[in-house]
């Protein structure tokens, strides 16, 4: 999971700003204080382990050149994130990342810099830095950078470092919702595999496939739904006779 993200001259993220997060963080404030950039900001940052900055621009509905601080006077914006991840066996525990880009009028963005940091479980600490157009990870490997996209998620010459190829599958791994309180609202058909669409729909065949299966899991997502609406007493699903 995300524990950190790190923002700077990014949609209205003036900067550097560095957000903890938990397992649940809930987002309040008034109208245009920033929420939706900010979640707009964690599905950015998800997508350039898969795409180009400027697909992942895409993907909020914006160009590359829109993403950067309206009053920022360069053309220059910088995203990150620490992540977290339990079990037994992990190749790591803790990976830390950050990527500065560099806009220019003609040609494609550049990496001013960009570095992974990893450490914990089977691989240790393990380092990897990217600047311009070089890159080197902690076995001294060099490679070229395709500079419209992020150099350590699409170059498969760095893939082969350990602790970048791992990192990049659990980003990629990650999935985001944008709920919809019609599409949560509408029946859901009662299927041995439930599926939780982006916009919420087929919520309640999940709640009800959950609450069969994993009572445990269950009680524990009431417990964290009542702890952000206090006023829900319960969570329960109904099933047409």
């Known amino acids: 999971m995300f524990t950190e993200l790190y923002l700077e001259n990014f949609l209205s993220f003036k900067g550097p700003v560095e957000v903890p997060l938990q397992k649940l963080t809930v987002l309040a404030g008034p109208n245009n204080s920033g929420k939706s950039n900010f979640l707009n900001s964690v599905c950015f940052i998800s997508r350039i382990a898969q795409t180009t900055f400027a697909e992942a621009a895409a993907g909020m509905g914006r160009k590359l050149p829109e993403v950067v601080y309206r009053d920022h006077l360069g053309q220059a914006f910088a995203v990150g994130f620490c992540l977290a991840q339990e079990g037994e066996g992990a190749e790591w525990t803790q990976a830390e990342y950050c990527v500065s880009v560099e806009l220019t009028p003609d040609g494609p963005p550049s990496i001013a810099e960009e570095k992974l940091l990893v450490s914990g479980g089977s691989l240790g600490e393990r380092k990897a830095t990217a600047r311009g157009r070089e890159f080197k990870d902690e076995d001294g ?88 609406v206090p006023e829900v007493q319960y969570v329960r699903t109904r099933t047409p006779q």
């Open 141 to 228: 490997r060099d490679s070229r950078i395709n500079l419209v996209r992020s150099a350590f998620w699409r170059d498969y010459s760095i893939l082969r470092s350990p602790g970048v190829r791992s990192v990049e599958r659990h980003v990629a791994s990650l999935a985001f919702f944008n709920l919809n309180p019609t599409a949560i609202r509408a029946p859901a058909r009662a299927v041995p595999t439930p599926k939780l669409e982006r916009d919420g729909a087929g919520l309640a065949a999940v709640l009800d496939s959950l609450q069969g299966e994993d009572p445990d899991r269950f009680r524990l997502l009431e417990h964290d739904i009542r702890r952000c």
